[in-house]
């Protein structure tokens, strides 16, 4: 990760290309335009700081240039040469196909996984199929605190999965890394924004009444 003052510099530097091309392309906006406007720059302009060194940011960068619209302001965000953003989605193309292929291959891995454990079930002492699950007094199959915690963490990477750019095609390993470096882009684009505003409070106060 680079050092997050060249990073918000460099993030700053083209949000604003970004705002610059919206309000060029449309003079008159609405308001939920303009937040649409200023969420699209802003996550193109954080994207694109992290260059072809994150898979999430390939997945944002695809997924925005599949509206025409949209890449207009990526082209000018990303800057005027051509080979650099040939390569830069090509990179996101090759990536997600690669991510994808490998989830293919875990899944494969897991249900194979899990035809054999069946098959090791019905070998299963008494002692063994009490890790797994207790019996209640009144003869009621109880689910142990290991399953209930698998079921958890399998629904709580479902749903980062869904936050994270690009996540449903990633395996467990490359999600965690992802995310981390997610969450830190994510806080230089709030930190940025929140000096913004700061700024703009104290060179346009409120007058009082």
């Not at 090759?94 to 899944?107: D, H, V, Y």
């Not at 890790?131 to 629904?155: E, F, H, Q, W, Y």
Request: glycine share 2%; hydrophobic share 35%.
């Amino acid at each position: 990760m680079r050092n997050p003052s060249s990073l918000k510099q460099e993030f700053l530097k083209k949000w604003i290309k970004g705002l610059q091309i919206c309000s060029a392309t449309k003079e008159k906006m609405s308001i939920i335009e303009r937040q649409k406007a200023i969420k699209l720059s802003a996550d193109i302009a954080m994207a694109s700081t992290r260059k072809s060194s994150t898979y999430w940011s390939h997945s944002l960068l695809a997924n925005a240039s599949k509206d025409d619209t949209n890449k207009i302001i990526i082209n000018h965000i990303l800057g005027n040469d051509d080979i650099s953003k040939r390569v830069i989605f090509k990179k996101s193309s090759m990536g997600l196909l690669a991510m994808s292929q490998k989830s293919i291959r875990c899944k494969k891995i897991v249900t194979k996984s899990c035809k054999i454990s069946r098959q090791r079930q019905l070998n299963f002492s008494p002692k063994q199929v009490e890790v797994d699950c207790t019996i209640s007094k009144k003869g009621r199959k109880m689910i142990s605190p290991i399953s209930i915690a698998r079921k958890l963490v399998k629904n709580r990477t479902k749903v980062l999965k869904s936050l994270v750019p690009g996540g449903e095609y990633m395996d467990n390993v490359s999600l965690i890394k992802e995310t981390l470096d997610y969450i830190l882009s994510l806080r230089v684009q709030v930190d940025v924004m929140r000096h913004l505003a700061n700024a703009s409070e104290i060179t346009n106060p409120k007058t009082s009444l």
